[in-house]
């Protein structure tokens, strides 16, 4: 018994040392001169020079403020659209709902991430290509969120509505100060992978913008790293560390809120 | 619950149908915009000629899917991620299930490791792709290194066709699993601790345990877990991008990479919808599975 226990504590460090050495050998290049990148002496010099060049090459400071507001501007849509929403499918009966919440499932299998080429005519023709307004558009009404809240919403007591309207309190109210309060560990989980989700979203915003004013993190990084600095890794993964920065510490601080989330999200 | 419609929402008279349209009429709109619009356009402009500068888009019947049947790349990139999705999804859940088992258990160290296997879930897969082409890197990256110490000659891993693919597969095993990891982790700790007493009475081994009580008792989240990496598989070649950019020779390129460059490199608008209807057959096909199986499961809620 203690063999295989031994056995399993071996296996399972083997994999996770195997598992954290990338992200190590980055840490490791992006923190020493160049000259070190592909040396490994344990006294080679730390250093934060990588860091403080990656940052002046590109615009990145302009980079996370885009992020920033990207992912913003796409959660507070996403949470309004999706509660109204959800309210009305978790607890109005009007003809057609059904077919309605169906036709609403459908983005769980066609998501705008592939549908490229079509929504790309659709901003060149409201004229908002190459706007932080047209990288997030897409994703504002959310199939995800809806589901996840109206699975939320069906859960609440209903004599708790009913309290709430001997009160006086009309629809709206009622959403806002029954529902909303009693949903929240939900909110929680969706806009924590909401946020991971569009801070990572690379492919549309790399198809739709084509300037620093609105171009995220994850694409600044790529036209960073593939066009203006040649092959300098200690430059290239300092600016690599730099943008997952704000993510990877979020997560190492509240790792339990995003396991829960992603698992509160993905299960439902 | 439509039979509780007598109990409605006093809104001073208004009936419970406007309420209804008016708060999903915003996301409705958007979804139908976004959503529900372009995948019926792409469909409708599969059918037409691309329209190049004085010439406007004309109607062509089958041509271009005809085009796409004579087509090597198309094929190619459709086969490279088919062997895609049959190379990462089983390796990743079976390295998610060690993973998940195993952080299911007292072993020293818990935590350093369910943070070790979950962080590359949170990271952009674009610095993830970047941190491995530095790993790949000939000469320099650390398995070039490594394979030096002993004295063997290091591939090109990106740079040559037999590796090009396989060497994306391991990024992308990297970074799911660890995500596949806390699916089956919810579903291990909602079972019963007396479970496994009782198989341990009965004298079963460990393999037995896991063989007859274990795995199907985690077949929902195993189906869960399939259909969704089945969909990754096709959705996400953001390490296409930064990583091989298809090459060399389309021997790494993934369908809807192919989609992008028809789309936004050659600019041929109408062959690129014409792969995106196939990108969604296949996607169709996917959620076909997912509602077959996954909405009779019976373990979750």
């Known amino acids: ?268 | 619950m439509t039979t509780r419609a007598s109990a409605a929402p006093a809104g001073g008279g208004v009936p419970q149908a406007v309420y209804g349209w008016l708060l999903t009429l915003p996301a409705v709109l958007l979804l139908a915009a976004f959503t529900h619009y372009p995948a019926l356009a792409t469909l409708w402009h599969s059918f037409f000629t691309t329209p190049r500068g004085s010439r406007p888009a004309r109607f062509a019947g089958l041509d271009n899917y005809a085009a796409l049947r004579d087509d090597p790349v198309f094929w190619q990139a459709l086969w490279n991620n088919l062997g895609f999705a049959l190379g990462t999804i089983p390796v990743s859940i079976g390295i998610a299930l060690a993973m998940a088992l195993w952080v299911d258990r007292r072993l020293a160290g818990r935590g350093f490791l369910r943070m070790a296997y979950f962080t590359p879930t949170v990271l952009p897969m674009v610095a993830v792709a970047n941190i491995w082409l530095f790993f790949y890197t000939p000469q320099y990256g650390l398995i070039a290194q490594a394979m030096q110490a002993f004295g063997l000659p290091g591939p090109n891993w990106l740079g040559s066709r037999a590796t090009a693919l396989p060497a994306l597969m391991v990024v992308t095993v990297w970074k799911e699993s660890g995500f596949f990891m806390i699916f089956y982790l919810a579903a291990l700790q909602s079972m019963s601790p007396a479970l496994r007493e009782a198989a341990m009475l009965e004298g079963a081994s460990r393999w037995q345990y896991f063989r007859r009580v274990l795995w199907p008792l985690l077949m929902p989240a195993t189906l869960f877990v399939l259909v969704n990496a089945l969909i990754n598989a096709f959705r996400l070649v953001d390490h296409v991008v930064v990583m091989t950019r298809g090459g060399p020779d389309n021997a790494s390129t993934l369908l809807l990479f192919y989609i992008y460059q028809v789309g936004f490199g050659f600019w041929d608008t109408a062959y690129a919808a014409t792969l995106t209807v196939v990108l969604l057959a296949v996607l169709a096909l996917a959620a076909l599975l997912k509602f077959r199986w996954l909405d009779r499961r019976t373990h979750y809620q």
């Open chain 1, 1 to 268: 018994m203690t063999m295989t226990r031994r056995l399993d504590t071996l296996g399972a460090w083997l994999l996770g040392l195997l598992w954290i050495l990338p992200l190590a050998y980055a840490a490791w290049a992006a923190f020493h001169a160049p000259a070190y990148a592909t040396r490994f002496d344990l006294l080679a010099p730390l250093t934060l020079e990588n860091f403080a060049r990656a940052w002046h090459a590109a615009p990145f400071p302009r980079y996370f403020l885009n992020t920033f507001l990207l992912v913003t501007m796409v959660l507070a849509a996403q949470l309004a659209l999706s509660t109204l929403a959800a309210y009305a499918f978790a607890r109005f009966a009007f003809r057609g709902r059904d077919a309605l919440f169906l036709l609403v499932l459908l983005q769980l299998m066609v998501m705008p991430d592939v549908l490229l080429v079509e929504n790309y005519r659709t901003m060149s023709l409201l004229g908002v290509r190459d706007t932080l307004f047209a990288v997030g558009l897409p994703y504002f009404a959310s199939a995800f969120g809806i589901f996840l809240l109206r699975q939320a919403f069906k859960t609440v007591p209903r004599e708790l509505e009913e309290a709430a309207r001997v009160e006086g309190a009309g629809p709206l109210q009622i959403l806002m100060k029954v529902y909303v309060p009693l949903a929240r560990p939900m909110y929680v989980a969706y806009g924590l992978v909401s946020v991971s989700h569009h801070w990572n979203n690379f492919l549309w915003p790399l198809i739709i913008t084509n300037s620093v004013e609105s171009r995220p993190l994850t694409v600044g990084l790529q036209v960073f790293s593939s066009t203006d600095q040649g092959i300098d890794w200690s430059v290239i993964t300092a600016a690599t560390l730099l943008s997952a920065a704000p993510l990877l510490v979020a997560f190492l601080l509240f790792q339990r809120q995003f396991v829960q989330s992603f698992m509160r999200a993905g299960i439902r």
